[in-house]
Each structure stands twice: as C-alpha cells, then as structure tokens.
C-alpha cells in the first residue's frame, strides 16, 4: 500500500521558472491538500480539494495553482517561481474532513528557487 | 537547506524519562485535535487524536490532555525512547462544512540515552 506519493522528492528552480509537484494517493480518498513547511513556522495551507473537480484556496494560496480531475491526483503548479517559494512542500490526503480521521502525508518535496 | 526544526521549541530529556510536549490552540470553536509526530527528513505521521468533548485519551506510551477552559492541549510520552526523537506538532479543527487543520509550530523533542 503506497499511501500518499510525492514526486520529485528534490527540485531545484531558476527564478520565473514553471513547475509542477506531483501527489497520488491510493486510498480513495475524497480529501487532498497541499502544506508548504517553513523554518519555524509550521505547516501552511496552500490549497485543498474535497473531491474531483473541487478545489480551494488555504492560507497562502498565493503563485500557487492546483487541479483535482481525478480522486488519485492532486498536482501543485507553481506558474512563475520565486525564491520566497523555497520550502519544503507536502501533500497530505484523508477520507473526508467532515469526518475524525487523521491525514496521511507524504514525504514531501524540498523545492529551491535560485 | 535549513531544518525546519530550527528555531523550534526544544525539550531534552533523557531516555526512560516521561516527556510533556504542550501546545495552546488558538480557536474556542475547534472540535477536533491530532497530535503528529515529524522525524526528519520525512512527513507527519498521525500519533493520536481527541475530539472535544473529551479530555483524555490513552494510546500506547501516549497520552494527550485536553483543557477546553485554557485552550491547552498535551501529549505525555511515557518512558521516552530515543527513537521519539522528532518534531511534534498539534493541529486543530473548526468543524464548519469542509473543515481544514490549523497547525502549531511545532516543539522538537530530543531524546539523550
């Protein structure tokens, strides 16, 4: 049972530069969402989705665009990358936010922007 | 890169010691709460949960508090083992529809033999 995948697991990015962060998860869960972690600060919410075709802005949803066409996939799409882009990101899946289940992380992506 | 445990809280203890990680949530309307434990390098990973209307749940070696009065909440290790070493993070829930997690910053728990 693979869980939550994340790839890449490193990136390194020019400044302008576009990408794409690739999540899948394999429980069939309706709940996807993606966390940037920073140096003390926690984890932040970037944008979540509460089934195919729903998506939704988090805490910091800013040069960050996210599409849900399947249960499986989550992808996080950075248009124009900037250094303050730089952390450590993470997608996390769980069965259904109405309900007191934990969510399942992946490892995460360390992403740097030069 | 830098560690997201700098700049963190820390609590060192010795091994076999009982460990007392805090956190103080931030909204009376939370419902929910989890506790996850971040080694480095990797992903949270689910510890333990407690919903509102209780204020203690045992799980093995852990147990979390909960003090709906002060907004506090607790997690106890029990004989701490250095393999406990790790970032350990609260996160709350306002049960509002499509409800998300708010988490705390974190403490790292550093654990001596």
């Known amino acids: 049972n693979a869980g939550v995948t994340q790839t890449p697991k490193f990136q390194v990015l020019k400044t302008g530069q576009s990408m794409t962060l690739q999540c899948a998860q394999d429980?069939?869960?309706?709940?996807m969402s993606w966390y940037r972690q920073d140096p003390g600060m926690g984890l932040r919410l970037i944008h979540y989705?509460?089934?195919?075709?729903?998506?939704d802005q988090g805490e910091v949803p800013n040069g960050y665009n996210v599409s849900r066409s399947t249960t499986e996939d989550f992808p996080l799409r950075l248009l124009s990358a900037a250094p303050s882009q730089t952390s450590v990101y993470f997608c996390?899946?769980?069965?259904?936010?109405?309900?007191?289940?934990?969510?399942?992380f992946g490892q995460g992506t360390r992403l740097t922007v030069v | 890169g830098e560690s997201v445990g700098l700049h963190l809280p820390t609590l060192s203890v010795q091994e076999g010691d009982n460990s007392i990680i805090n956190c103080a949530y931030s909204?009376?309307?939370?419902?929910?709460f989890i506790w996850y434990k971040q080694e480095s390098g990797k992903g949270p990973q689910f510890i333990i949960d407690?919903?509102?209307?209780?204020d203690k749940r045992q799980g093995q070696r852990v147990t979390v508090l909960l003090n709906k009065t002060v907004k506090h909440l607790s997690l106890q290790i029990a004989a701490t083992q250095p393999g406990d070493s790790a970032v350990y993070f609260c996160?709350?829930?306002?049960?509002?529809?499509?409800?998300?997690?708010?988490f705390g910053k974190g403490t790292m728990l550093l654990v001596s033999p």
């Open positions: 996390a899946s769980s069965y259904s936010p109405g309900v007191n289940t934990e969510a399942f």
């Open positions: 429980m069939n869960h309706e709940y």
């Open positions: 989705s509460v089934g195919a075709g729903i998506t």
């Open positions: 909204n009376s309307a939370s419902d929910y």
């Open positions: 407690i919903r509102s209307n209780m």
């Open positions: 996160a709350e829930r306002v049960n509002s529809g499509y409800s998300t997690l708010t």
